[in-house]
């Protein structure tokens, strides 16, 4: 079954602690992304990667970092989170960044941050 | 930085109602998706358009693509409670990585 898998589902952290949001889809896909997701604001795209090794920001990157060593995993890493990256993180692949193909989403990180 | 603007930002309507959501943009696209959200799940692809002009239907969904690839509608006839959740547009551009979400549209479809 093709799958974007997230982890954790649901995390409460404090303040400058640092965590990794993993991601890991099974569809050999060139492109991945993250989002967050808050009321109000719809999806905002954070970083995105065209392939291995290949990385670019997107609308809000502030704050954090992400790598592509292997093709099917994307970690969102937060090296000092703030109260402010509280939100619903989204990772995001699809086959290519072709803007036709089907972009398949995970099903969400809830993230607070105290 | 481009921008979407869907409206209604929030749409209440009877079974069997039909709607319209818009996506405008002052930016063109290569081409803009339409997705569907459920609570507690990432949201999931309706349709993709292309092509300027371009109408796409699916069931009771009719997508459309404005002329200058700038905006966007999705008409719902015979709405139905099923069709409750949160409608997102995306526009990307070609093999750009980049691509802008509106901040969707919450419909509800009461019995």
Redesign the interface.
């Known amino acids: 079954e093709a799958q974007v898998t997230q982890n954790p589902r649901y995390l409460i952290t404090v303040t400058g602690k640092k965590l990794t949001v993993t991601c890991s889809q099974n569809m050999n896909h060139e492109y991945m992304s993250w989002y967050r997701q808050d009321p109000g604001l719809g999806l905002r795209q954070i970083y995105y990667s065209m392939n291995v090794e290949v990385t670019d920001k997107g609308d809000v990157p502030e704050g954090y970092k992400v790598s592509r060593k292997e093709k099917r995993n994307f970690p969102l890493i937060l090296e000092s989170p703030s109260p402010n990256q509280t939100s619903l993180y989204f990772c995001a692949s699809s086959r290519t960044a072709f803007s036709g193909n089907t972009i398949y989403f995970g099903e969400g990180s809830w993230l607070t941050v105290v | 930085?481009q921008l979407l603007e869907?409206s209604p930002?929030f749409l209440s309507i009877q079974e069997g109602e039909n709607l319209t959501v818009y996506c405008n943009s002052s930016s063109v696209?290569?081409?803009l998706?339409w997705y569907r959200q459920e609570p507690?799940?990432?949201?999931?692809?309706l349709v993709?358009v292309?092509t300027g002009g371009e109408v796409k239907k699916l069931k009771r969904l009719t997508f459309q693509f404005g002329d200058a690839r700038k905006d966007s509608s999705l008409h719902i006839t015979a709405a139905q409670p099923g069709d409750t959740g949160l409608y997102?547009c995306?526009g990307?551009?070609?093999?750009?990585?980049?691509?802008?979400?509106?901040?969707?549209t919450t419909l509800t479809v009461k019995p």
């Open positions: 930085t869907q930002q696209f290569s081409s998706q507690g799940e990432g949201p999931v692809l993709t292309v997102l995306a990307a551009n070609t093999n750009a990585g980049k691509s802008t979400f509106g901040d969707g």
